[in-house]
Structure formats: structure tokens, C-alpha cells
């Protein structure tokens, strides 16, 4: 399977170089359709219902069941949200800026208009206070001792979600929700995936369109693109028997969360810092192959490089997270409906969602994993084969020639080949945890 795997997208980028500009251009050519126009204040209610929505879940988690899988509020945060919200959103757009549970409060608090802030967020920060927060909250998921804790993490949900509000009366609405809340930041960039852009038209387009095209990312961007890869990555390798090994844990014998904090912790960090490094010198290396078929006056730096293709790996980072919490989605998400049907845990059976058994009869028969790992496999491929043909993409765009932006991309294209295998060697290895 991952020589099979490997082989396709090799077979992508091969193809890809003979293939005719105007024909990926003709594929990412997406449709402009007009957008009815919504009645006044309709964005407000959805996000102060939203709002409702979140109170509602701190309000479970404090005072209903102590079983996450039976107390909503955990089930909303790490199936509801991390999985099939990132997913939706990478597929088929950034809702996350509609029913985010701030700007609905915030204008019924201060006018439609933003306030002025009290504090100027430097701009020479960038996104980096919400890069920051996302770090803290992709760490709290993974190094926690029990990050799925209904009593904690309600606490740590309202505690999230004043926070931000505090800091939008601070520096400014829109100012701390672009540069400084950490979800609206990732899913922003999760979205530049989808199918589907909405503003003041419905664009429509396949996969990758938003990202085969467009001006060079600025380097906070650039930086988070690799940063989502690099900590999704480490989620699937810290559970293998490779690197409990590594670390001197047992596979067999998990002594628990709270004896792997530190490993976690700089287990992190150094797939961040490699991967970045990596791709730093996949770069390099492409700007050298492709400005040597440049003319001297149009050679391209390697920030360029960096800041133009770094952006094409979200499509590997979509299809890792699918694929990885694929059985997650499969097994929590019962426990999820269910919890939808007694959502506050006094014997009630809404939509009948409360007859709901949870099961996972279909982990016991190979006639029903085999089809599912396959969807996990044909998702990392499919991924990979994505970011190759966008990456090809802008490399036309970039350079002055197709011929330098095919030599560009030999680096890249080796790099894709090299996460490949490894993508599909950890879907396949054997987990501990």
C-alpha cells in the first residue's frame, strides 16, 4: 500500500509537468455566483446563538456527567469541533467566521462599528499571538494529563472564551480576531482548501483553487501552513510503538499521560523545528534548480520561494487530521449523537438519538477495517497529490518559464514523495496508546 501510494504521487508529479498551463488554470478556475442578500443583524443572531450554544456546554461540563463520553461538552470540543468541524470547514469553508461566538456579543455590546481600541497590537507581531495560542491549545490536547476532563476543560472554555472577548474590547475586533484568536487564524487557513469562498460572491471551484492562486503569503502565514503539518504529525507519531520506544515506554504497558508530559512536550517541538528546517532547505534547493533557467534580472529569492509553497502543504495537513481521526470520528462520534439526545443527562431521548448503542463491532472483521484503512490511505494520497498540482501551480506563476518552474519543483517534488511514505507508514504502524 505505500509503495502503491508512493508511486501515485510520483505519477502526479511527473504528469503534472507535462500539462498544459491553460488546462490548470481551466481547473482552478472557480464559478462567481451572486449571494442573496441576508436580512440585517442575521450574522449577529448566529453568532450570539453561538454564544448561547457555548454557556450551554461550560454550563454540562460543570454540572453533568463526570464520563466524557457521556458529558456533551468534551464530545462537542474533540469530536464536534477539532474533527468534524476542521474537516467541514476544509472542505467546504470557513463557517467558523459565522458562528464564531464573539462578534455577535461584541456588536450588540459596542455597535456595529468596531471600537476603538484601548491598546494598539504592534504590527511588526503579525499573527503571532494567535500562532501562540494555537500552540498552547494543540499542546493542551496532547500533553494534558486529562484534556477531555468535563469539569476542566469547562473551566478552560470559559476561561477561552472571555479571554478573547476581553481582547476585543482591547486592541480592536477585527484586529485581535484576524492577528490574535487562534481559531479563527487556523480555520482561515484550513478553509483556503475548500471548494467554496463566500465575501461579497460564492466562488466555487475543486479543491486547491484558493490556493493556486493569489498574492505571496506574509511570513506569519508562511509559518503557521508548516506549523499545523508539523504538531498534526507528531498527534499520530507520539502513539506509535516507534516513539513510546524512542522514549523508553512500553508500549504494551502505557503507564499513562502524565509520564510522557515532557517527551510530549519536546516531541513538539522538534517535529516543528525539523519540518520548517526541512522545507527551508527543499526551498533553497528548488530556488537554485529554477533560477538557473532564469534570466538574472527575474531570479527568485528563497523567501519568496518559502512564503509562495509553504501554503501548498494544507492539503496534506487536511488529509492527515481526516485520516488520522478517522476511527475517532467512526466510534466517538456515536457517543456524540448520543449525548445529542440526552444532552443534559436526565433519562431523555431527543430525536430519538437516545436509542443510540454505541458500537465497535466493525474494528472486530477485516471485511470491515480493510475498507476503512483504505479511506485513510486514498485520503493522505489524495492529499499529497493536491498539494503537487497547486504547488505546480504557483511555480508557473512564480517563474518566468515553464521549463524553471518544473526544475523548482524537483525538490518539492521529493519532499512530497518523503511525506508520503511516512504518512502512510504511520497510519500503518502499530499504536500503544
Request: overall charge positive.
Amino acid at each position: 500500500y505505500i509503495t502503491g501510494g508512493v508511486l501515485s504521487v510520483l505519477a502526479s508529479i511527473l504528469i503534472v509537468g507535462f500539462v498544459p498551463r491553460h488546462w490548470l488554470e481551466r481547473l482552478f478556475r472557480p464559478l462567481h455566483l451572486p449571494i442573496p442578500s441576508l436580512p440585517r443583524g442575521a450574522a449577529d443572531f448566529v453568532s450570539l446563538a453561538a454564544t448561547a450554544v457555548v454557556l450551554g456546554l461550560v454550563l454540562i461540563g460543570m454540572t453533568g456527567p463526570r464520563d466524557p463520553l457521556t458529558n456533551l461538552l468534551p464530545l462537542m470540543v474533540w469530536v464536534g469541533v477539532w474533527i468534524v468541524l476542521f474537516n467541514f470547514v476544509g472542505v467546504f469553508g470557513d463557517i467558523w467566521r459565522l458562528i464564531n461566538p464573539w462578534t455577535g456579543l461584541h456588536r450588540l455590546i459596542f455597535g456595529r462599528q468596531d471600537s476603538a481600541p484601548l491598546l494598539n497590537l504592534p504590527q511588526n507581531w503579525g499573527v503571532a499571538p494567535a500562532i501562540a495560542g494555537f500552540c498552547l491549545m494543540f499542546g493542551f490536547s496532547i500533553v494534558d494529563p486529562a484534556p477531555a476532563d468535563p469539569d476542566r476543560l469547562a473551566q478552560i472554555v470559559l476561561f477561552y472564551w472571555l479571554f478573547h472577548l476581553v481582547a476585543m474590547v482591547v486592541f480592536g475586533r477585527d484586529t485581535w480576531l484576524t492577528r490574535g484568536e487562534p481559531l479563527t487564524l487556523f480555520f482561515a487557513q484550513i478553509a483556503r482548501v475548500s471548494i467554496i469562498s463566500y465575501d461579497k460572491t460564492l466562488r466555487i471551484g475543486c479543491l486547491g483553487w484558493q490556493l493556486a492562486r493569489g498574492d505571496i503569503s506574509a511570513w506569519g502565514p508562511a509559518i503557521f501552513a508548516l506549523i499545523i503539518l508539523g504538531l498534526g504529525s507528531f498527534d499520530g507519531l507520539k502513539e506509535t510503538f516507534w516513539w513510546l520506544g524512542q522514549i523508553g515506554i512500553n508500549p504494551l504497558a502505557f503507564p499513562g499521560r502524565t509520564a510522557v508530559i515532557l517527551p510530549s512536550i519536546i516531541g513538539m517541538i522538534l517535529s516543528v523545528a525539523t519540518l520548517i528546517a526541512l522545507f527551508a532547505l527543499t526551498m533553497w534547493c528548488g530556488q537554485v534548480l529554477g533560477n538557473r533557467a532564469q534570466d538574472a534580472q527575474a531570479k527568485i529569492t528563497v523567501s519568496q520561494m518559502f512564503r509562495v509553497f509553504s501554503p501548498t502543504i494544507l492539503p496534506i495537513a487536511l488529509a492527515f487530521h481526516a485520516s488520522h481521526f478517522t476511527v475517532t470520528l467512526l466510534v466517538d462520534g456515536q457517543y456524540l449523537l448520543a449525548a445529542f439526545g440526552d444532552p443534559l443527562a436526565v433519562g431523555a431521548n431527543l430525536f430519538g438519538l437516545g436509542d443510540i448503542r454505541v458500537t465497535t463491532g466493525f474494528l472486530n472483521s477485516m471485511d470491515s477495517v480493510r475498507p476503512i484503512w483504505l479511506t485513510q490511505a486514498g485520503i493522505v494520497v489524495l492529499g499529497h497529490v493536491l498539494a503537487v498540482i497547486v504547488a505546480h501551480c504557483r511555480a508557473l506563476d512564480l517563474f518566468q518559464s515553464p521549463r524553471a518552474a518544473t526544475l523548482s519543483q524537483i525538490p518539492l517534488g521529493v519532499f512530497m514523495v518523503a511525506y508520503t511514505v511516512f504518512g502512510l507508514w504511520l497510519l500503518a504502524s502499530p499504536r500503544g496508546v
